[in-house]
């Protein structure tokens, strides 16, 4: 039997291309699931390899899709050869139990890694020169400009927080937290 497996870090990511390429490979049971690839604990993945057995077929799109590191991968790879389970990668093609094959896959697993290491290499360096600017703020960025935000406080003096909300489409919850901000500053 043929099984799919696609995984994408984050709920925001879509599995669609994944699904459709393996899909369109003609696997029977496709597993997926939206966990960081990080973590070596993935629900869907372990259920999958528990399934599989002699002469079953494990198709991903990509290396990175299981495995992250170099030292992950060979081991997962091993097992499954040891169980008499071929492993096929999209992007790559069939990976052989020889030593060709065993070559191929560590020389990919260790780019894919590589790769990995300075993605986030290049965030951090990039996140380190936007800590030097004064108006660094860290995390997502505020939906609401300065100025929405102080004409909805205003707002408040005259208003309920649920007539504010509707007037001006911020939440409560925002306002109560910008308002404890300038609290705070006033204190200072």
Known sequence: MKY?????????????????????????????????????????????????????????????????????????VKELFERGVKVHILNMGLIENTPTGRLILNVMLSFAEFERDMIVERTQEGKAIAKQRDDFREGRPRKHSKKQVEHALKLLKNHTYKEVEQLTGITKRTLIRRKNEQTAKMMD
């Open 4 to 76: 799919g497996y696609a995984r994408v870090s984050t709920w925001s990511q879509d599995l669609t291309a994944q699904i459709t390429a393996l899909t369109k490979e003609g696997c029977d049971s496709i597993y997926d699931e939206k966990f960081t690839g990080t973590k070596t604990d993935r629900p869907q993945f372990n259920k999958l390899l528990s399934v599989l057995k002699e002469g079953d077929t494990l198709v991903v799109t990509k290396l990175d899709r299981f495995a992250r590191t170099t030292a992950d991968g060979i081991k997962t």
